[in-house]
């Protein structure tokens, strides 16, 4: 069965950086399109970024461009999101997600990343 | 961005109960608008693709409708699990954007 195990988030102080990561598995992952989607405490989802099946194309929301990396080994079936210049805004809980048919069909239980002093 | 507006916000309602959640675009989008289910501490888990596809193991009394700029989440038998937090998504252009979200709650 499709699974997706996020690794990686904890407390961080603003201007750091933190390094998560997914695992996936049950499906061939170099078949599909990944998105990372995050959800701020009490708040609602917000899109992060998303990278192709090859690696080659990357979109990135407004709120993380320029300062978040998106990047996947399909050899290690594994996704990560380098994050830079955190914020306290980027508070939330990161969900990774497998892209299928315009939408996230299978998520990941989240990891939670917190930035404060 | 294209902006998603869902309403209500939140609901009451009864076990048994039919009810309905709206979503606006302020674009078209045709029908690339799936829906979301979130339980208290749980990863978003999806219950109907393109408008009105529903996902493999979702019961059959979530449905979905619409086209355009306005589509409905239809819940046909409240069930006493279906009391949680419900999504939009459009999937039209990048970004992809949710709606605020609708609660349901037990009236």
């Known amino acids: 069965q499709v699974q997706l195990v996020e690794s990686g988030g904890g407390l961080v102080k603003p201007g750091g950086s933190l390094r998560l990561s997914c695992a996936a598995s049950g499906f061939t992952f170099s078949d599909y399109y990944m998105s990372w989607i995050r959800q701020a405490p009490g708040k609602g989802l917000e899109w992060v970024s998303c990278?192709?099946?090859?690696?080659?194309?990357?979109y990135y929301g407004d709120s993380v461009k320029g300062r978040f990396t998106i990047s996947r080994d399909n050899a290690k079936n594994s996704l990560y999101l380098q994050m830079n210049s955190l914020r306290a805004e980027d508070t939330a809980v990161y969900y990774c997600?497998?892209?299928?048919?315009?939408?996230?069909?299978?998520w990941g239980q989240g990891t939670l990343v917190t930035v404060s002093s | 961005d294209i902006q998603m507006t869902q309403s209500p916000s939140s609901l009451s309602a009864s076990v048994g109960d039919r009810v309905t959640i709206t979503c606006r675009a302020s674009q078209s989008i045709s029908t690339y608008l799936n829906w979301y289910q979130q339980k208290p501490g749980k990863a978003p888990k999806l219950l109907i693709y393109a408008a009105s596809s529903l996902q493999s193991g979702v019961p059959s009394r979530f449905s979905g409708s619409g086209s355009g700029t306005d589509f409905t989440l239809t819940i046909s038998s409240l069930q006493p699990e279906d009391f949680t937090t419900y999504y939009c998504?459009?999937?039209?252009?990048?970004?992809?954007?949710f709606g605020q979200g609708t609660k349901v709650e037990i009236k």
């Open positions: 990278i192709s099946s090859s690696g080659t194309t990357i």
């Open positions: 997600a497998r892209d299928s048919r315009n939408c996230h069909d299978y």
């Open positions: 998504q459009q999937s039209y252009s990048t970004p992809p954007t």
